[in-house]
């Protein structure tokens, strides 16, 4: 687990499926050790079941039948208090970043798509002592610890780049917009949409 500054907590997605493949390994194994016997029937669809739940921390028994499976119980329920405490984490550093951005940003730089060109901009503009918030709509984009790291903020656009996350960008009050996506096309219908952004926020700033 890492962190970049002001970032969020950050697990390698390959960590997180290695301890999966862990966790269902050693509940395997442990439960063909406890099951070895005539009195006992090991069924693979009945682990598997049980397996899953650990994830839950359904069934989990106080007292594992040895200590492969309460290595996999444990194991599966770092996993599932990692998940919750990266949801909780992931909006509360939202909240804490929108209120920054509304009291502390005007007069700053916003660009629109992190990309090679895009992350030098956005990491010269900080360093040069700029406020500067990028938007980007891919969470796995490669260039967001780096500017991050610079000390600008990234907004993640789930749901594309529309008006809401101008808005929370303060893209009304931004000294510039900075657009250079890869694509022409989606650079044009970008700085279309920032027009009409900015147009309808002083139609209603003026009414």
């Given at each position: 687990?890492?962190?970049?500054?002001?970032?969020?907590?950050?697990?390698?997605?390959?960590?997180?499926?290695?301890?999966?493949?862990?966790?269902?390994?050693?509940?395997?194994?442990?439960?063909?050790?406890?099951?070895?016997g005539?009195?006992h029937h090991?069924?693979?669809?009945?682990?598997?079941?049980?397996?899953?739940?650990?994830?839950?921390?359904?069934?989990?028994?106080p007292?594992?039948?040895?200590?492969?499976?309460?290595i996999?119980?444990?194991?599966?329920?770092f996993?599932?208090?990692a998940?919750?405490?990266?949801?909780?984490?992931?909006?509360?550093?939202k909240?804490?970043?929108?209120?920054?951005?509304?009291k502390?940003?005007?007069?700053?730089?916003v660009?629109?798509?992190?990309?090679?060109?895009?992350?030098?901009?956005?990491?010269?503009?900080?360093?040069?002592g700029?406020?500067?918030?990028?938007i980007?709509?891919?969470?796995d984009?490669?260039?967001?610890?780096?500017?991050e790291?610079?000390?600008?903020?990234?907004?993640?656009?789930?749901?594309g780049?529309?008006?809401?996350?101008?808005?929370?960008?303060?893209?009304q009050?931004?000294?510039?917009?900075?657009?250079?996506?890869?694509?022409?096309?989606?650079n044009?219908?970008?700085?279309?949409?920032?027009?009409?952004?900015?147009?309808?926020?002083v139609?209603?700033?003026?009414?």
């Amino acid at each position: 687990m890492s962190a970049t500054p002001g970032g969020s907590p950050k697990i390698k997605p390959v960590y997180i499926i290695a301890l999966v493949i862990l966790v269902f390994v050693l509940s395997f194994v442990g439960h063909i050790q406890y099951l070895h016997g005539p009195e006992h029937h090991f069924s693979v669809w009945g682990v598997l079941y049980a397996t899953t739940l650990f994830f839950f921390l359904h069934h989990a028994d106080p007292e594992p039948h040895n200590t492969l499976i309460l290595i996999a119980e444990l194991l599966a329920m770092f996993l599932f208090l990692a998940g919750i405490f990266a949801f909780v984490f992931k909006g509360l550093r939202k909240t804490w970043l929108l209120q920054r951005i509304k009291k502390q940003y005007k007069g700053h730089v916003v660009i629109l798509h992190l990309s090679k060109l895009t992350k030098q901009i956005a990491i010269m503009l900080a360093k040069a002592g700029y406020k500067v918030i990028a938007i980007e709509p891919h969470a796995d984009n490669h260039f967001i610890e780096a500017v991050e790291k610079a000390g600008v903020i990234v907004l993640l656009g789930e749901h594309g780049i529309d008006s809401h996350i101008l808005a929370d960008a303060r893209l009304q009050v931004a000294a510039t917009c900075i657009i250079a996506h890869d694509n022409d096309e989606v650079n044009m219908a970008l700085a279309s949409q920032v027009a009409q952004f900015k147009k309808a926020h002083v139609s209603n700033a003026d009414s």
